[in-house]
Nanobody
């Protein structure tokens, strides 16, 4: 099984920025479309950004223009640069493939204060 480890979350004021990282073990990372997901209390987990092996990206409307996903296939790491953060972005953030075939990590908490 391939495991992931997310990091980089924290407490930030509205309008601030954070950069999340997700390190994955194993070679499966470089062969898969990767994604960042988030889950707020009482809500279902939603996918916020995806990136193909070639670097093509896609974003949920709620984060488009503010978040940027990137990946380093040598380091088996995917990143999420989050700018212009809003209180509605408060959630626990996770990474996985779009097929959800990695073991879910602990996630990293992002809290945005107003």
């Amino acid at each position: 099984q391939v495991h992931v480890a997310e990091s980089g979350g924290g407490l930030v004021q509205a309008g601030g920025s954070l950069r999340l990282s997700c390190a994955a073990s194993g070679s499966i990372f470089s062969r898969n479309v990767m994604a960042w997901y988030r889950q707020a209390p009482g809500k279902t987990r939603e996918r916020v950004a995806t990136i193909t092996t070639g670097g093509s990206t896609n974003y949920a409307d709620s984060v488009k223009g503010r978040f940027t996903i990137s990946r380093d296939n040598v380091k088996n790491t995917v990143y999420l640069q989050m700018n212009g953060l809003k209180p509605d972005d408060t959630a626990r953030y996770y990474c996985n493939t779009v097929s959800l075939n990695l073991v879910w990590g602990q996630g990293t908490q992002v809290t945005v204060s107003s």
